[in-house]
């Protein structure tokens, strides 16, 4: 939408690594954003945005980004199928026990 206009814009960043920031537009954009300073140099974050879908329904994320990568949840993705959910069991469980694969 080329004549949204923003709603709100509220930044704040120490310097440090550590910021926080979030805005709304017109159009029904929102995002929110938390970031500090990760244990290996990086910035970890979390936050949530959203966006109207054309059916008037809005899509909503929330997410981390960190060590362990980028995890993202919304009602909108779908879940992992059962078999993966299974390895994925099954490799904690061996984890839990000591296996180590080289």
């Given at each position: 939408d080329?004549?949204?206009t923003i709603l709100k814009d509220d930044r704040t960043d120490n310097g440090d690594g550590n910021f926080h920031y979030s805005f709304e537009t017109s159009?029904?954009?929102q995002d929110t954003k938390t970031g500090v300073p990760g244990s290996?140099?990086?910035s970890n974050m979390?936050?949530?945005f959203s966006f109207p879908l054309d059916d008037g329904s809005t899509a909503s994320f929330t997410y981390v980004a960190d060590e362990n990568g980028y995890h993202v949840e919304s009602p909108l993705l779908p879940s992992i199928p059962?078999?993966?959910q299974k390895q994925i069991d099954f490799a904690a469980e061996q984890r839990?026990?000591?296996v180590i694969f080289d």
């Open positions: 080329r004549d949204a159009n029904g954009i290996a140099g990086q979390n936050g949530d059962e078999y993966v839990a026990r000591g």
